[in-house]
């Protein structure tokens, strides 16, 4: 053999030996059921533009919004599936995996957007990230979107204006016990068929954040929005832990960071997009916001706090004490 086939043949052979020690691209699919112009919307393509700046080559994220690939129910079977690698669900749909983030269901704990970070932020709220890790999901951090209103096509000033009324709700037992104590009739459905459903009159009426409610337009098939702040609508960004786990230690390291600074400009999104929101919803003239006196208020929050006390169990009293030190 010449000394050019031999030296052809080293390097064939080098190529071959290495080709295995080069790092593959790693994929993380992200799906969620809003808007690219929601707060949660907005932050996954952050993420993802974050992620494309400083880990090119290495991660690569692919965004599916609006329930492109799954609704907020499906999306959890699909990340252990490994389907996808991301989602950012509202907190209300995990009552499957753990019963601890139904928390967030419980109706007036949190006094404001305020104590919902304080508590978030701090050792307990931290502590529950990991809640559904024994079913195979990992909690990377908290995404606000904002309180909660009511609506339907008739003014809801007082506790008795809800009977009878079929309101849409997340899959959460909570919820569902929230407006069973004003004698309403609870309606779980997706995310995606809510327009729909009130433009049908399958349903009467909802809970959601201003974001969502302007994003999706609801205030375009309701006659009559209260001001209720009652809950809060927080999502959790969660990850299957075998994909996590199966992470090199410095990807970990990296997306962490992208994360947390993706988390505190998603937080900054969704208290701007609140008021902002309701103003926009306000000027359209499509639709009434009433505002309730504090002892209107008052006789909703008395109606609905013996729910606190049937799921203390399960969602630990422990942590609502945490919720109201947070509220001070």
Known sequence: ????????????????????????????????????????????????????QRLKGKVRVEVYPNSQLYNDKEVLKALLLGDVQMAAPSLSKFGKYTKKWGLFDLPFLFKDDKAVNCFTNGPAGQALLDAASNKGLKGLGYWLNGMKQLSANKPLIVPGDAKGEKFRIMSSDVLEAQFKAVDANPQKMSFSEVYNALSTGVIDGQENTWSNIR????????????????????????????????????????????????????????????????????????????????????????????????FEGDVGKENIDAVLSCNK
């Open 1 to 52: 053999m010449t000394p050019i086939r031999i030296f052809a043949a080293l390097i064939i052979c080098s190529l071959a030996f290495a080709q295995p020690l080069m790092a593959k691209e790693i994929v993380i699919k992200f799906s969620h059921v809003t808007t690219d112009k929601t707060p949660k919307g907005k932050a996954a393509k952050y993420f993802q533009d974050l992620v494309e």
């Open 215 to 310: 994003t999706k337009k609801f205030f375009e098939v309701q006659s009559d929005f209260t001001e209720s702040n009652h809950g809060v609508l927080e999502y959790v960004l969660v990850t299957s832990t075998e994909f996590w786990n199966s992470l090199p230690k410095d990807i970990q390291a990296e997306l962490s960071d992208i994360l947390k600074e993706v988390t505190q400009k998603e937080t900054q999104w969704a208290l701007e997009a609140a008021e902002a929101d309701k103003q926009f919803i306000l000027a359209s003239g499509r639709t009434k916001i009433h505002s309730l006196t504090d002892d209107q208020a008052a006789q909703w929050a008395s109606v609905m706090k013996p729910v606190w006390k049937k």
